[in-house]
């Protein structure tokens, strides 16, 4: 953070000071809402969190240097500054909003119900071929998440690429105040938050809101293949440029060469040239969210040979499709997050192996009413798909199961059915776990965050 002295932080966020008048000239070095990240010249932000108030912890991060704090308490006689205001993460929100306004820097706002971080990543790495990129990190994308992250941009910045993560009617407002995209890009609607959006119509008028702030100069990039954002007009006039395998886009792929778990080869259409990349997580999403990369390069005026290098030095996080050799298996950790969609493209993913085929899957959160129907879904759509045994763990993944189990009895080869096993814990699968898995297998992890398995990648990498 730069250039933000007590006054201007006291006045951006509504804010009363208290303390020595003379420290109100001084600037913030930074901003954090965890005391373990107090440097020196800090500002704390006192967050009450469910398990924690951040308000206990005041004293002691002014000790560790901390510059002042921010506090919805009345602190009374003390020896260090504070900032008094009504709500810390309304202060911490309109500090952003303030920041923002600051900066003169490209934004790339991105928001979807599936596969925005895995398009945050390509977007960053291709524009990281020509501009110093600022971009998000981990789950920082919800109301305190993107404040932090604005807060990160320095002067050697030129662009941010954002990611927005919604879950509530009116969750984007705030982001996208702060934000003020100049590129705004979803990547598609999804079923992802139903129990709180209701249906993708919901879910279309929350996640556009975004457009609401952006630059009137600048650019909506939208997936072309998905049905509710074709044909999609902005209400700001702003004619959407779409990107997608539907060669009707003015942004597309052709000679689509797949090379199993090694990734993809394609021929990228752009309105004025095209060109060949390797993309090297594989699955058809991937060419979805390299073309979003490409889309965005164009607008931010890359070259191609610079789009290319971007496309293919990506590399893949942890939980995000990441290809794990490990000594007894090959695994595709792939169990950040889920939802019905981004559970198929998983699936479709683990086909390219050569190997017998693994997939241990959980429960998925917030799909509303229609959840039971959903898990089954995605359990008929592997053993569609010719998954060799299927491991189905928690309480709605039973209706996985059991779906798995009824297509995989209706197949008239025995020879592909696909073995099914459902565990209500974590723990009851491990008790069975190495008699159901063989050497050399391919196994797929994924599941939503809540299921935390993560751990079950640990055991298979020690196995």
């Known amino acids: 953070m730069k250039n933000m002295s007590l006054k201007e932080i006291a006045a951006a966020c509504g804010g009363t000071y208290h303390g020595d008048p003379a420290l109100l000239s001084k600037e913030a070095s930074s901003v954090a809402i965890d005391s373990r990240k107090v440097q020196k010249d800090t500002l704390f932000v006192a967050i009450k969190g469910a398990r924690v108030d951040g308000h206990s912890f005041i004293p002691q991060v002014m000790e560790q240097g901390a510059i002042c704090s921010l506090s919805e308490q009345d602190l009374g006689d003390v020896t260090y500054p504070y900032i008094q205001v009504a709500s810390c993460t309304d202060a911490l929100k309109d500090l952003a909003e303030h920041y923002r306004r600051s900066l003169d820097i490209k934004v790339v706002g991105i928001s979807g119900s599936v596969g925005k971080t895995s398009t945050k990543e390509m977007i960053a790495s291709v524009l990281s071929e020509k501009y110093c990129v600022l971009k998000t990190e981990g789950n920082f994308n919800n109301e305190i998440g993107l404040p932090l992250t604005v807060f990160n941009l320095r002067e050697e910045h030129e662009v941010a690429v954002l990611e927005m993560g919604i879950s509530h009617f009116g969750d984007m407002e705030p982001l996208a105040r702060i934000a003020r995209p100049d590129v705004c890009v979803i990547t598609n609607i999804g079923y992802a938050h139903l129990e709180n959006l209701g249906t993708r119509d919901g879910i279309l008028k929350e996640k556009t809101s975004m457009f609401d702030f952006m630059n009137p100069e600048g650019t909506v990039i939208l997936n072309g293949d998905d049905d509710k954002l074709r044909g999609y007009t902005s209400k700001r006039g702003i004619q959407p440029v779409y990107f997608g395998l539907d060669p009707t886009c003015p942004f597309h792929a052709e000679q689509i060469q797949k090379m199993g778990l090694k990734g993809t080869v394609a021929t990228f259409v752009t309105p004025s040239s095209s060109f060949s990349a390797h993309v090297s997580i594989p699955g058809d999403h991937m060419i979805s969210n390299a073309l979003a990369g490409v889309a965005v390069g164009y607008a931010l005026g890359m070259k191609d040979e610079e789009i290319i290098r971007g496309i293919e030095k990506l590399v893949p996080i942890a939980g995000r499709n990441n290809l794990i050799e490990a000594e007894h298996y090959t695994i595709i950790d792939d169990c950040y997050n889920a939802n019905p ?123």
């Open 341 to 463: 969609a981004s559970m198929k493209s998983s699936l479709d993913v683990l086909t390219f192996a050569d190997t017998r085929t693994v997939a241990i899957l959980g429960d998925m959160g917030e799909l509303g009413a229609d959840e039971k129907k959903m898990h089954a879904e995605v359990g008929s759509y592997a053993v569609k798909k010719g998954i060799s045994l299927l491991i189905c763990i928690g309480t709605l993944s039973a209706e996985m199961a059991n779906a798995a189990r009824t297509a995989s009895e209706a197949s008239s080869d025995s020879d592909t059915k696909t073995l099914v096993y459902h565990f209500d814990t974590k723990e009851a699968f491990y008790r069975q776990m190495d008699q159901l898995l063989k050497e050399q297998d391919t196994v797929l992890v994924k599941a939503s965050h809540f299921m935390e398995f993560p751990e079950i990648v640990k055991r298979l990498q020690v196995q």
